[in-house]
């Protein structure tokens, strides 16, 4: 039985191509309203004093976080879990923007999907040749 070579594989070229982004929303529609908010996030948001992020955080009232934690955005009025991502917006027909994009959290920051590397579909998370999800350097811009 042939062993698969990870170095020669074509998916190696692939990753190491800088991705783009097409601006169609397709990964934070689709993943919904949720996300993994690390505590470097946390802490960066309340450092920053953007009550305007934390204010659709569930745990906006707790001082520190010592672990990753799944957050559903939610309404700040009435508590209800959002259908999106409350930062996500449209900014032109079938083009979507992240408006905290400076300082949008880290999950959203390293995800790239299959078709900004020119390897398949939008919104579907990008793997290498080994299965393991790829993480590019943000773009600025995207």
């Keep these: 039985m042939k062993s698969l070579d990870i170095e020669s594989?074509?998916?190696k070229a692939v990753a190491a191509r800088k991705p783009r982004?097409?601006?169609c929303g397709a990964c934070?529609?689709?993943q919904g309203s949720g996300f993994t908010m690390t505590p470097a996030d946390f802490k960066r948001w309340k450092d920053e004093r953007r009550e305007d992020i934390l204010r659709y955080i569930p745990l906006h009232h707790t001082e520190?976080?010592?672990h990753d934690v799944?957050?559903?955005w939610a309404d700040p009025d009435t508590h209800e879990s959002?259908?999106?991502c409350p930062f996500l917006q449209m900014v032109d027909h079938r083009a979507y923007a992240c408006a905290i994009n400076e300082t949008k959290p880290d999950i959203c920051r390293g995800f790239w999907c299959e078709w900004a590397y020119g390897a398949g579909r939008r919104g579907k998370p990008f793997r290498s040749a080994n299965r393991q999800a790829?993480?590019?350097a943000p773009v600025r811009g995207t």
């Design 9 to 11: 594989h074509p998916m």
């Design 82 to 84: 959002l259908a999106y």
């Design 28 to 30: 934070c529609l689709k």
């Design 134 to 136: 790829v993480k590019a």
């Design 21 to 23: 982004c097409s601006r």
């Design 64 to 66: 520190t976080l010592d």
């Design 70 to 72: 799944w957050i559903d």
